[in-house]
């Protein structure tokens, strides 16, 4: 089947603590994205890429880090200076830029 | 810059009732998507709207877009408790570079 898998579906992160969050899709899309979600809000876009080696800051990309070394993967590393870090990740991708994207699961990260 | 507005951020309604949600964006865009959003999910595709005066159904769901207004509507009707979610719209960036969304609007569908 194809789709986007996103894993770990919880992540805890400890101060001072960098994680990486991953994406891959098997659906063969150019593009991809990542969002964070607040609860009770909409979404914000962190990074996006629109091709391999290539990935363009969004609104929010302070105290991220992104990578695009093949085309079905998108990791997003969540850095010790994000100071505020706890939300809903997700990563989404589509055929092209402007298309229908089609979103992953999920990862909830929570800092203790 | 680009914003997309969508009103009302909340809404609850009775089962069997009817109700528009809208979605205003600022820049022409011949194209916009309709997600939904259950609690703790990620979102699901709901609508795809390609061109000005674009109409799409789904059960008792229907989208619409006038481009030219710079507006889509998510019309219910005959709400169920199962339409319960949070309902985003998205339009294309400058360039097509990037999605903006809408804030959502939380659905409660009461018996």
């Known amino acids: 089947d194809g789709g986007i898998t996103q894993s770990p579906k919880y992540l805890f992160r400890k101060e001072g603590q960098n994680v990486t969050l991953s994406c891959e899709q098997n659906l063969n899309h150019d593009a991809m994205y990542w969002y964070r979600q607040d609860p009770g809000q909409g979404l914000r876009l962190i990074y996006y890429s629109q091709i391999v080696n290539d990935f363009q800051k969004g609104d929010i990309a302070e105290g991220y880090s992104v990578s695009r070394e093949k085309k079905e993967s998108f990791p997003l590393t969540v850095t010790s200076a994000q100071k505020n870090p706890t939300a809903f990740y997700l990563c989404?991708?589509?055929?092209?830029?402007?298309?229908?994207?089609?979103f992953g699961p999920g990862t909830r990260l929570t800092v203790l | 810059e680009l914003k997309v507005e969508q009103n009302p951020l909340f809404l609850s309604m009775q089962e069997g009732k009817n109700y528009t949600i809208y979605c205003n964006y600022s820049t022409t865009s011949d194209r916009l998507y309709w997600y939904r959003q259950d609690p703790g999910k990620s979102l699901e595709s709901l609508f795809v709207?390609?061109?000005?005066?674009a109409v799409k159904q789904e059960g008792r769901l229907m989208a619409s877009l006038d481009t030219k207004a710079r507006l889509s509507t998510l019309h219910i009707t005959a709400a169920v408790h199962d339409l319960s979610a949070t309902y985003f719209c998205?339009?294309?960036?400058?360039?097509?570079?990037?999605?903006?969304f809408g804030a959502g609007t939380r659905l409660t569908v009461k018996p």
């Open positions: 998205a339009v294309p960036g400058y360039n097509n570079n990037d999605m903006r």
């Open positions: 709207l390609l061109s000005n005066g």
């Open positions: 989404a991708s589509s055929w092209l830029e402007g298309a229908e994207q089609f």
